[in-house]
Nanobody
Framework: QVLLVESGGGSVQAGASLRLSCAASTRTFSNYAIGWFRQAPGKEREFVAAISWSGASADVLDSWKGRFTISRDNAKNTVYLQMNSLKPEDTAVYHC????????????????WGQGTQVTVSS
């Protein structure tokens, strides 16, 4: 079992930056790939970014490339999502999720989910 807790969300103006954190409570954190997803009200969940268990491979989906960066610190059991140049359309609840098998950049197979952190961007 992996418990994931997101933090770092908040209300900001367009153009601002936020860094989301995903902290995991497991001794085997380095065995898990981590993905970030988001869901805006009335919209389907979107796969935003993912990083492999070691951090050697990472991917941000095209819609957010150039603005978002994903990274991890296995010593701290934490994955980060750096979000720059935020736009009102980035408003959503952001969730991190973990998987132990399968391709890290495949949005399927993420078994463990955090409760999410709210990001609100005003114009």
């Amino acid at each position: 079992q992996v418990l994931l807790v997101e933090s770092g969300g908040g209300s900001v103006q367009a153009g601002a930056s936020l860094r989301l954190s995903c902290a995991a409570s497991t001794r085997t954190f380095s065995n898990y790939a981590i993905g970030w997803f988001r869901q805006a009200p009335g919209k389907e969940r979107e796969f935003v970014a993912a990083i492999s268990w070691s951090g050697a491979s990472a991917d941000v989906l095209d819609s957010w490339k150039g603005r978002f960066t994903i990274s991890r610190d296995n010593a701290k059991n934490t994955v980060y999502l750096q979000m720059n140049s935020l736009k009102p359309e980035d408003t959503a609840v952001y969730h991190c999720a973990a998987k132990r098998s399968g391709d890290y950049d495949d949005q399927e197979g993420y078994d463990y989910w955090g409760q999410g952190t709210q990001v609100t961007v005003s114009s």
